[in-house]
């Protein structure tokens, strides 16, 4: 970005800066993913950002990684269901249900598709944004939900804003160097946040196959990297064939809404 003598800002001619589509938390959910990615399409975006979880608790593992690996320009990093899946990560750190769905995507997954998981990395720095899937003191496993640990993680990445995934709800923490402290918000259906060059941020753009804050539809944003501008948008799907194929592979779905 050049500063114009008149203190405007213009871009350099014939570079585009990344309109990221961002999503998180697919769950092997097909018919959530498909939904969400045509909508990202639809808004413009020219890269992707997916802060992991392709797999675990839903019926489509394989289908749900061909279609993350198929996307031209999209950055992934693993989740701790990627983990587990590929005999990363112990399943015993899992609950009873999350384990026994784990244990059927292990079986069912292509190997290339395992070798895709298996080499995901568990950080991804941008120009201004970084990503992981829980936290960036700790991708894989910590679940960002307190004002302390908020204020701890910011030591813990460099960029002005860190996209995250992992609890499943949707929420912006801001950092406001000025006042020292931070705001914590539940992000709102086609909210626009416009950010600030003087604070930093950590925002949560949710779940796509499994959302946990009692809204069943899907979640996904929008980060316009040029105007630093991040939208959210919450989109339905086709939940009752989600269910049935869970229902054939006898997977549990009591579970997978809570
Ligand atoms: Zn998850």
Redesign the pocket.
């Known amino acids: 970005m050049k500063k114009n003598g008149d203190g405007s800002n213009t871009s350099e001619k014939n570079v585009k800066r990344p309109h990221f589509g961002i999503f ?2 697919v ?1 092997s959910n097909l018919e959530a993913l498909s939904v969400v990615l045509e909508h990202l399409e639809h808004q413009g975006v020219n890269s992707y950002l997916c802060c ?2 392709i797999v ?2 839903g019926p489509n593992p394989n289908e749900c990684v061909e279609k993350v690996r198929s996307i031209k320009d999209c950055f992934v990093v693993m ?3 990627d983990a587990a899946s590929c005999g990363l990560k112990d399943t015993a750190w899992f609950n009873k249900y999350a384990r026994a769905t784990l244990h059927w995507t292990e079986n069912v997954l292509k190997e290339e598709n395992r070798d895709y998981l298996y080499r995901l990395p568990r950080m991804i720095t941008g120009d201004n944004y970084t990503i992981v ?1 829980g936290s960036p003191r700790d991708p894989l496993n910590e679940y960002l939900l307190e004002e302390k640990q908020f204020l701890e993680n910011l030591g813990y990445f460099g960029t002005q804003v860190c996209f995250i ?4 709800i949707p929420f912006v923490v801001l950092s406001q160097s000025s006042k020292g402290g931070i705001e914590i918000k539940r992000l709102r259906e086609n909210e626009t946040i416009k950010l600030l060059p003087e604070n930093r941020y950590i925002i949560n753009v949710g ?1 796509v196959g ?1 959302p946990r804050d009692k809204d069943p539809r899907a979640c996904c944003a929008v980060f316009n990297s040029e105007e630093t501008e991040f939208n959210f948008f919450r989109l339905e799907y086709e939940i009752n064939k989600t269910q049935e194929k869970m229902h054939e592979a006898k997977l549990l779905w009591k579970r997978y809404q809570t």
């Open positions: 998180s938390d769950h992991g979880d675990g608790y989740g701790n269901h899937h995934g992992h609890s499943h779940s499994q």
